[in-house]
């Protein structure tokens, strides 16, 4: 499941569940509906996302190459979500923080 908020030219993505092959191409499409050339970030809310697989860690790694490399923020990913994040090098090169507030703090 997904909900988007759209705030001052961020794009706030809060994901349930699962990210897996089931529903990846409708959950990254509809992110990408939202984004326009006004969309500074993307901030992905995941503490409630119970389990991903490769192809959620390829919607995440979609949305960096829409938004030219930059401006992609992870969130509060449960641990075995982060240990996937760790196997798969993704915390290398997008930020992950522990709650919204400190990831707007650093964005800021």
């Not at 909900?3 to 349930?16: A, R, T």
């Not at 982060?82 to 522990?98: M, V």
Request: hydrophobic letters at 40%; glycine letters at 6%; aromatic letters at 6%.
């Amino acid at each position: 499941m997904v909900q988007i908020e759209q705030k001052n030219g961020d794009l706030v993505v809060y994901l349930k569940g699962e990210l897996t092959y089931e529903n990846t191409n409708e959950i990254k499409e509809e992110i990408k509906t939202y984004i326009t050339k006004d969309t500074q970030r993307i901030i992905i809310e995941l503490s409630e996302l119970e389990l991903i697989d490769s192809s959620g860690v390829g919607v995440f790694i979609s949305l960096l190459r829409r938004m030219q490399g930059e401006g992609v923020f992870l969130v509060a990913p449960q641990p075995k979500v982060a240990r996937i994040f760790e196997i798969t090098k993704l915390n290398q090169i997008i930020p992950i923080y522990a709650k919204i507030e400190e990831a707007g703090n650093e964005m800021a």
